[in-house]
C-alpha cells in the first residue's frame, strides 16, 4: 500500500501588514501614500513590487523596514509588532534583521570595498566576513580597489554585500538596477538572485522594469497607494535568462 502524499506546508510569513496608512501632511495638503494595504511576505521568497512612480511601493517597503512608520495599521515582523517599537527598538531591528539596498550605492569613497562591508560587520551579532560576502557577489578579486576604481554595477553589488554581511533574514531592495545598463543590471540581479536561493533571505524588490518580474515567486503590483493585485509565477527565471 503506498504512503499518502505529505500535505503541503504553508509558508511562514515573515512580514504581515494590515491596514496599513500613510498620509504625508505638508500644511494643509495631505497625500495619502498607501490606502489600507494588507500583504504577507513569505519566508525565503523573492517578490518583486511594480507600479507607477507615486504608487506607494517606497513608502511601503520604508515602512517594513523600520525606516518610517504607518499613520495607521499593523505591520509585524515574525513574532515583533514594528507599530508598537520605540525608535530604539527600531533601529535594533534594522541593524540585526534587515539588509537595504537603494539605487544608490552609499559607499564611503575613501575606503575599499573590503572596507566599507566591514563597517556593518562590525556591529552586526552573528556577520560573515567582508571577504566571503564579497565573494558572494562575484568581487572577491577586487574587494581592495575603493569605489572610484569599481564600475556603477560593481559598486551596487558591494552595497549587495554590504546589506548581506550582517546575515539579514530579510533584504529589501528599492530599483538596485535603476541606474544601471541592462549588462550591469543583470549582474546586480544576479547577485540578489544568488542570495535569495542560496541563502534563503527573504526578498522584496521594487523595480520599474517588468522583465524583472520575472525573477519572482510573487508580483505585487501597486496603483495609487494600494495593491491592485498580485500575480505568482509557476517558475522563476533566472537574470541571465530574462531579456531587458
Not at 552609499?106 to 565573494?135: C, F, G, K, Y
Not at 547577485?191 to 520575472?214: C, F, M, P, S, Y
Request: hydrophobic residues 40%; aromatic residues 6%.
Amino acid at each position: 500500500m503506498s504512503e499518502p502524499a505529505p500535505e503541503p506546508t504553508t509558508p511562514r510569513s515573515v512580514f504581515s501588514t494590515r491596514g496599513i496608512t500613510k498620509v504625508y501632511r505638508t500644511g494643509e495638503v495631505e497625500v495619502h501614500a498607501l490606502r489600507g494595504v494588507d500583504l504577507d511576505l513569505y519566508e525565503g521568497e523573492m517578490a518583486v513590487l511594480l507600479g507607477p512612480s507615486g504608487s506607494g511601493k517606497s513608502t511601503l517597503l520604508n515602512i517594513l523596514g523600520g525606516l518610517d512608520v504607518p499613520t495607521a495599521g499593523e505591520v509585524h515582523f515574525k513574532d515583533l509588532d514594528l507599530t508598537r517599537m520605540t525608535e530604539r527598538g527600531l533601529t535594533k531591528f534594522r541593524r540585526h534583521r534587515v539588509g537595504f539596498v537603494f539605487q544608490f550605492y552609499n559607499l564611503i569613497p575613501s575606503l575599499t570595498a573590503r572596507e566599507n562591508v566591514a563597517l556593518v560587520t562590525e556591529i552586526a551579532t552573528h556577520p560573515m566576513s567582508a571577504e566571503d560576502a564579497l565573494a558572494i557577489v562575484g568581487l572577491d578579486k577586487r574587494m581592495d580597489h575603493f569605489p572610484a576604481q569599481l564600475s556603477g554595477g560593481e559598486q551596487q553589488r558591494v552595497a549587495i554585500a554590504r546589506a548581506i554581511a550582517k546575515r539579514p533574514e530579510v533584504l529589501l531592495c528599492d530599483e538596485p538596477t535603476g541606474a544601471l545598463d541592462s549588462k550591469t543590471g543583470t549582474l546586480v540581479l544576479e547577485a540578489i538572485d544568488k542570495v535569495n536561493r542560496e541563502l534563503g533571505t527573504t526578498t522584496a524588490l521594487i523595480t520599474h522594469n517588468q522583465v524583472i518580474a520575472q525573477m519572482a515567486d510573487r508580483v505585487i503590483w501597486f496603483g495609487d497607494g494600494q495593491i491592485t493585485r498580485i500575480d505568482v509565477n509557476e517558475s522563476r527565471l533566472t537574470a541571465q535568462e530574462i531579456a531587458w
